[in-house]
């Protein structure tokens, strides 16, 4: 909400709104069901969903990195077909990532290992591996020339 009154757009907000509302429902089953078969499976089911709501910005053709992009990037840069080829390919490795995390934690949850160490190094693994590819990523597209009609 704050990040709302603050003035980000929507478009900034997707996975925040996706994972409130899967909050809000995982919360609904834990408080209904406090045995749920579910609750071994919540950390798979949270990067599922992740996966789930970042692949589908790449299928509408809105990127969900596009909006937080938005944030620090001169609006004139904003409709520019590398900005959002950048964009893509950004949101498609956190895609793929937040599969992989989601499938490696099921296999844990299986196991009776859903909430070890093992599992939290898993999710810690399946945010910096994509932290960092987008760190390098942004740094090498902005250090490509310029090409002549104005995209590097």
Same mark, same amino acid.
């Given at each position: 909400? =704050?990040?709302?009154?603050? $003035? #980000?757009?929507?478009?900034?907000?997707?996975? /925040?709104? $996706?994972?409130? !509302?899967?909050?809000?429902? %995982?919360?609904?089953?834990?408080?209904?069901?406090?045995?749920? !078969?579910?609750?071994? #499976?919540?950390?798979?089911?949270?990067?599922?969903? %992740?996966?789930?709501?970042?692949?589908?910005?790449? *299928?509408?053709?809105?990127?969900?990195? %596009?909006?937080?992009?938005?944030?620090?990037?001169? =609006? /004139?840069?904003? $409709? =520019?077909?590398?900005?959002?080829?950048?964009?893509?390919? @950004?949101?498609?490795?956190?895609? %793929?990532?937040?599969? *992989?995390t989601a499938s490696v934690l099921a296999l844990l949850a299986h196991a009776?290992?859903?909430?070890?160490?093992?599992?939290?190094? *898993?999710?810690?693994?399946?945010?910096? $591996?994509?932290?960092?590819?987008?760190?390098? #990523? *942004?740094?090498? @597209?902005?250090?490509?020339?310029?090409?002549?009609?104005? /995209?590097?």
């Amino acid at each position: 909400m =704050r990040q709302r009154s603050a $003035g #980000y757009g929507p478009d900034a907000l997707i996975i /925040e709104s $996706g994972s409130a !509302a899967f909050f809000a429902v %995982l919360a609904a089953v834990v408080f209904a069901d406090p045995d749920s !078969a579910l609750h071994p #499976y919540s950390a798979a089911l949270s990067s599922g969903v %992740l996966a789930l709501i970042a692949g589908v910005s790449l *299928v509408v053709g809105k990127p969900f990195t %596009l909006g937080i992009a938005k944030q620090s990037t001169p =609006r /004139e840069v904003w $409709g =520019r077909p590398l900005f959002v080829r950048t964009n893509t390919v @950004i949101t498609t490795v956190w895609t %793929l990532a937040f599969a *992989v995390t989601a499938s490696v934690l099921a296999l844990l949850a299986h196991a009776d290992q859903g909430h070890s160490t093992t599992a939290t190094a *898993v999710q810690i693994a399946g945010f910096v $591996g994509p932290m960092m590819f987008t760190k390098r #990523y *942004v740094a090498t @597209i902005q250090t490509r020339p310029v090409q002549p009609h104005g /995209e590097r």
